[in-house]
C-alpha cells in the first residue's frame, strides 16, 4: 500500500535525467558573451556549467562546437550589486549580485531550440566585514558562488526538463 500511495504522489527520482534527446552525447559551452561592465563574469559562469554537465549527466563536453551535438549559448545581459543591509555612516555592509543571462541550449543535428529562456536571472548575497582588520573585497568569490548557483540550476533546468 505505502509503495503504490508514493508510487502515485508525483515524486520522481532525482538522478533520472530524461529530457535530452539519446543521441546527445557531447555538448559544446562556448565562452559567455558578456555584455556588462564586469570582465570577470564570462570565465566563471562558463566554466561552472561545463563542470556542472560534467558531474551530473553522460555527456562530455566538446571544445569545439562543429563536433557537438549541442550548443549551449549564454550572452551576460545584466550584473548589477544593490546594497541591501546599510550602517550608520551610510556604508553598505550587505550586497546582493543579480545576474540576467539570455541562454540558448540547441540541439545541432536536428536543428532545433532544447532550451531557452531570454532572461535567466539568479541572485547571490554577499557581507562585508565591519572590521578594517578583516577588509576583504567579497565580491569575486561571491561571484563564484553565484556562478556555482547559475550553474546548478541551469543544468538542473535542462537535464530534467523543467
Same mark, same amino acid.
Given at each position: *500500500?505505502?509503495?503504490?500511495?508514493? /508510487?502515485?504522489?508525483?515524486?520522481? *527520482? =532525482?538522478?533520472?535525467?530524461?529530457? #535530452?534527446? /539519446?543521441?546527445? %552525447? %557531447?555538448?559544446?559551452?562556448?565562452?559567455?558573451?558578456?555584455? %556588462? *561592465?564586469?570582465?570577470?563574469? =564570462?570565465?566563471?559562469?562558463?566554466?561552472?556549467?561545463?563542470?556542472?554537465?560534467?558531474?551530473?549527466?553522460?555527456?562530455?563536453?566538446? $571544445?569545439?562546437?562543429?563536433?557537438?551535438?549541442?550548443? #549551449?549559448? /549564454?550572452?551576460?545581459?545584466?550584473?548589477?550589486?544593490?546594497?541591501?543591509?546599510?550602517?550608520?555612516?551610510?556604508?553598505?555592509? $550587505?550586497?546582493?549580485? %543579480? #545576474?540576467?543571462?539570455?541562454?540558448? !541550449? $540547441?540541439?545541432?543535428?536536428?536543428?532545433?531550440?532544447?532550451? $531557452?529562456?531570454? =532572461? !535567466?536571472?539568479?541572485?547571490?548575497?554577499?557581507?562585508?566585514?565591519?572590521?578594517?582588520?578583516?577588509?576583504?573585497?567579497?565580491?569575486?568569490?561571491?561571484?563564484?558562488?553565484?556562478?556555482?548557483?547559475?550553474?546548478?540550476? #541551469?543544468?538542473?533546468?535542462?537535464?530534467?526538463?523543467?
Amino acid at each position: *500500500m505505502v509503495i503504490l500511495l508514493h /508510487g502515485a504522489c508525483g515524486y520522481r *527520482m =532525482s538522478a533520472r535525467y530524461g529530457a #535530452l534527446p /539519446g543521441h546527445i %552525447t %557531447t555538448i559544446a559551452v562556448p565562452s559567455f558573451d558578456n555584455k %556588462t *561592465m564586469n570582465f570577470a563574469l =564570462s570565465a566563471p559562469l562558463t566554466q561552472a556549467v561545463k563542470r556542472e554537465f560534467i558531474e551530473r549527466s553522460a555527456c562530455r563536453i566538446a $571544445s569545439d562546437e562543429a563536433e557537438a551535438d549541442a550548443v #549551449l549559448q /549564454g550572452t551576460i545581459t545584466g550584473y548589477s550589486v544593490t546594497p541591501i543591509a546599510i550602517k550608520r555612516q551610510n556604508v553598505g555592509t $550587505s550586497f546582493l549580485i %543579480t #545576474l540576467r543571462v539570455k541562454i540558448l !541550449f $540547441s540541439d545541432r543535428r536536428e536543428n532545433r531550440v532544447i532550451y $531557452s529562456n531570454p =532572461s !535567466f536571472i539568479l541572485r547571490e548575497e554577499y557581507i562585508l566585514s565591519e572590521r578594517n582588520i578583516d577588509f576583504y573585497v567579497e565580491e569575486g568569490p561571491a561571484i563564484e558562488r553565484a556562478a556555482q548557483a547559475f550553474a546548478d540550476r #541551469l543544468v538542473t533546468t535542462i537535464l530534467e526538463d523543467f
